[in-house]
């Protein structure tokens, strides 16, 4: 049903919005309300898809997939998720990604990718100063970079040369795309939408009563979320970054999100986030990622189980920093 | 002689209307004493507990009467971070360690900011909020930050501001824990204007508070949330360990809420602030 919704293409974003209040599912209604009269959002989803964020060239002026090139991309998939294409001795749990991620039919989207504005599905060219930015940091990170290739390892001088999400300190927000623990939760009560991610056991409280953002030298690595209702749909404007948080490669300085969330169906919620940040780049875009009810992993609230990231970080982070001095010292004993 | 008489008349007729309005005032008192307060209701007719609230006293330092002490660095910080002084939140008097454990609680207190040098002593020295780690249950209530109760018939999602610590209370449910956690497995259930929640499966590294206090794999803690205003709740905490304890205790305290206009509950991701302290010697000398 929702690849039925997405294939009319140039209708794209338009279309996905209209049609759930057009075209309720039978039996259910999509605008179940709260006991206090909000569209009703909440439930247990996962967002975890195998559609890209952005078209790949090969596919490119292809804004949907027919059912056969999905069937064919399926078998692919299976093929790939068991060892070395040989079925499964019994007992063996198959390839690494094999035994974490969730398989289930349905993944895709039916698109080519989940970007639907800018309409060739790429993100728009970054700005001349985020370009610089990125050239930077690459040039910084080469320069830690020891060893030929096949053997090429990066020093880390600190715990800050690993990624936020490495260091548990922070994730980048929005979530969007993740192999596992991609469960997440909508709670509401009176003045509030409340997601509860698994991963991270981030919470976002979203106060609905109109109160301004927090004053702009407040930043925090989830920013800082307001929303409000348009008909059935949430809202939501997203800002307050903090400038070392990283969102598809470029700080979140100046990052503006809004996204917008409506039900579809008793499993599904169509979710939209529109990108805005004219400093890295050149024009807005938007994605389109469906939060859906329909993996046996993640059907009652309490299959959100505890992530303990940094309580569980300590042998990681003593590894990546004494192998880095390891690594410091042979390279220093080979050049004496 | 009948003048003297009718003063001493009106006089006693006075007393005794004095002390007649006077029972009638302490009976209306008592009254008033007795009679719980009743919250107002959410959708589904259970006290409404929704909203931000934080606790107002020295049970983070110490949860046993204490006295003021010095911070960890005085030298370098002077009287900040200095230890009030706290008249305890323990009812019935010092708590009924068994005599190792007490041992194992002194322990606590003089390595309470052992630096982790290693994986073994990260998991068996130091304070677990020196490092940003999720406190527990009872002592995510009572950290000096407040936390977000927000209530749904089948669930209660409490949000901690202290390193973001999240738990689930499942109401009308009893589903298994998976596996033991930071924050533990909690069901709930309403008895009257109260929450009651029942907490198991927690880990056995957290710490009832800065001064060492802490539990085993044993741990079990019921705890009460009982509205007494429209801003106050009374919070009570039960709590049965065999293997430290000899017999169970209880704590109590009130909790406030945050009443200020646009109470907003902002995220205190201190992981960041730990990792000197964690992983400082690891850095190129």
Same mark, same amino acid.
Not at chain 1, 267 to 286: C, I, N, R
Not at chain 2, 259 to 271: M, P, S, T, Y
């Given at each position: ?75 692919? &998939? ?6 070395? %294409? =040989? @079925?499964?001795?019994?007992? +063996?749990?198959?390839?690494? *990604? ?103 056991? &981030? ?6 009563? %109109? =109160? @301004?953002?927090?004053?702009? +030298?407040?930043?925090?690595? *989830? ?114 | ?285």
């Amino acid at each position: 049903m929702f690849r039925r919704m997405v294939a009319s293409g140039a209708l794209g974003v338009a279309v996905v919005i209209l049609l759930p209040a057009l075209v309720p599912v039978a039996g259910q209604s999509a605008a179940t309300k709260t006991p206090w009269g909000d569209p009703d959002l909440q439930g247990v989803y996962t967002f975890s898809t195998l559609t890209p964020l952005e078209r790949p060239v090969t596919l490119e002026g292809k804004v949907a997939l027919t059912e056969a090139e999905l069937a064919e991309q399926e078998e692919r &998939d299976a093929e790939n998720r068991v060892s070395e %294409g =040989r @079925p499964l001795a019994e007992g +063996n749990p198959g390839t690494y *990604n094999n035994f974490w991620t969730s398989n289930e039919k349905g993944r895709r989207t039916g698109r080519s990718s989940l970007i639907v504005d800018p309409s060739d599905g790429r993100k728009p060219p970054l700005t001349p100063e985020a370009t610089k930015v990125r050239e930077q940091l690459a040039a910084e990170a080469a320069a830690r970079r020891v060893g030929s290739p096949p053997f090429v390892h990066v020093i880390y001088r600190s715990w800050k040369d690993l990624p936020t999400y490495t260091q548990c300190v922070a994730r980048p927000m929005p979530r969007q795309n993740q192999a596992y623990n991609h469960g997440v939760q909508i709670l509401q009560s009176p003045g509030y939408v409340v997601i509860h991610y698994e991963s991270m056991h &981030d919470v976002r409280v979203i106060p609905l009563d %109109g =109160r @301004p953002h927090l004053p702009d +030298n407040v930043r925090l690595w *989830n920013g800082d979320s307001r929303g409000r209702w348009e008909g059935d749909t949430l809202v939501v404007d997203w800002r307050n970054f903090d400038p070392r948080q990283e969102y598809e490669g470029a700080h979140q300085t100046n990052m503006h999100f809004v996204e917008r969330f409506t039900r579809v169906d008793a499993k599904t919620l169509d979710y939209q986030v529109t990108v805005d940040d004219p400093t890295t780049w050149t024009a807005g875009w938007t994605f389109v990622l469906p939060w859906r009810g329909d993996d046996s992993n993640y059907q009652q609230p309490e299959h959100l189980y505890e992530y303990a990231c940094h309580e569980g970080n300590y042998r990681q982070m003593e590894d990546a920093l004494s192998g880095a001095r390891a690594l410091e010292n042979a390279a220093a004993r080979r050049s004496n | 002689m009948s003048n003297r008489l009718s003063v001493t008349t009106i006089a006693l007729a006075s007393a005794v209307a004095g002390a007649v309005v006077a029972l009638a005032a302490a009976r209306v008192v008592t009254q008033g004493a007795t009679t719980p307060y009743r919250a107002s209701r959410t959708p589904d007719g259970k006290p409404d507990l929704n909203g931000i609230w934080q606790a107002l006293n020295e049970a983070n330092w110490d949860i046993e009467a204490h006295n003021t002490g010095p911070s960890p660095a005085p030298q370098l910080l002077g009287a900040l971070f200095a230890q009030p002084a706290g008249a305890g939140v323990v009812e019935g008097g010092p708590l009924p360690y068994r005599p190792e454990a007490l041992a194992k609680k002194k322990e606590n207190f003089e390595r309470r900011l052992t630096r982790p040098t290693s994986l073994e002593l990260n998991e068996t020295a130091g304070d677990p909020e020196a490092k940003c780690y999720m406190p527990g249950v009872p002592r995510a209530t009572y950290m000096p930050f407040p936390f977000q109760i927000v209530q749904t018939p089948q669930q209660i999602l409490i949000a901690y501001q202290f390193a973001n610590a999240t738990r689930q209370i499942h109401i009308g449910r009893e589903p298994e824990a998976p596996a033991e956690s930071w924050m533990g497995w909690s069901i709930g259930r309403w008895e009257g204007e109260s929450l009651v929640v029942d907490v198991t499966s927690q880990i056995d590294r957290t710490w009832f508070d800065r001064a060492g206090n802490f539990h085993s794999d044993a741990l079990h803690v019921v705890e009460r949330y009982t509205p007494t205003s429209r801003d106050h709740l009374l919070y009570e905490a039960t709590i049965d360990d065999p293997k430290v304890f000899t017999r169970p205790w209880k704590m109590s305290m009130p909790l406030y809420r945050r009443v200020e206009q646009n109470a907003l509950l902002i995220d205190f991701k201190c992981v960041e602030y730990a990792q000197d302290f964690m992983y400082g010697h690891l850095l190129r000398p």
